[in-house]
């Protein structure tokens, strides 16, 4: 039983391309699934990691799930047989991304589209909620992954690959932040993060998926200081 969650602002032409791609997939691999579109208001940054904790909680209210996928609605797999489970450590499923020319950009990288099981994002204390803007969250999320004892598994071979769908950085800025945020992630893990949110979620539920709309703002996620 597998949850995916899609943070999301702004990329209504990538819904129906996503939903179109993914729903045979999983069908043909035989998973039970559910998807969560995790939609930003507001005047703020993106911030992708604050709204998959939102999602991550909103998911918990509705089943028991074996794998939560915290999948960018701008990532198509291209292999069928990339199976969206999860295992016994947290999992990268899009290791080789077509604008990286299918190369890992770095070892630690943990962007796109990865896998955790509910007691092991509990178990990490979710993503960090203090990156506003782009960039950062993911590495964070893949310290928060190591400290706690884990490691990371990637597909084999060619399964890993993904095409994203191009489209602009409308508005996104980058944050400029992320580097000292990224210094302190074993000093922030338990401070920030699935812990220290509060929110105010609209809901409307369609017949592929629920809109969980939240206006982000900072004072959702207060962090004491450290």
């Not at 884990?150 to 060619?158: A, F, K, L």
């Not at 399964?159 to 191009?166: A, C, D, F, H, T």
């Not at 338990?190 to 509060?198: C, S």
Request: hydrophobic content about 35%; aromatic content about 16%; charged content about 25%.
């Amino acid at each position: 039983k597998v949850a995916i969650l899609i943070p999301f602002r702004n990329r209504h032409e990538h819904l129906p391309i996503f939903f179109r791609h993914l729903i045979p997939m999983l069908q043909k691999q035989r998973l039970e699934f559910a998807f969560y579109v995790v939609e930003q208001t507001g005047t703020q940054p993106f911030n992708r990691a604050m709204l998959f904790n939102v999602g991550f909680k909103e998911a918990m209210k509705d089943a028991v799930w074996d794998c939560i996928i915290f999948h960018d609605v701008d990532h198509l797999p291209e292999n069928d047989r990339n199976y969206y489970g999860c295992g016994e450590m947290p999992r990268h499923f899009a290791a080789k991304l077509d604008k990286y020319m299918y190369i890992l950009p770095y070892n630690e990288f943990f962007g796109g589209v990865s896998g955790l099981t509910v007691e092991q994002f509990k178990k990490i204390n979710g993503f960090p909620n203090a990156f506003w803007g782009w960039g950062g969250e993911d590495d964070d999320l893949w310290n928060r992954v190591h400290y706690a004892g884990y490691n990371v598994t990637r597909p084999e071979g060619d399964l890993g690959k993904y095409k994203s769908i191009p489209h602009h950085h409308r508005g996104e800025v980058q944050f400029l932040g992320r580097y000292k945020l990224l210094r302190y992630s074993r000093e922030r893990q338990y401070i920030d993060g699935l812990n220290n949110l509060i929110y105010t979620p609209k809901i409307l539920v369609s017949r592929l998926y629920k809109n969980i709309t939240v206006n982000l703002i900072p004072e959702l996620a207060p962090v004491r200081d450290y």
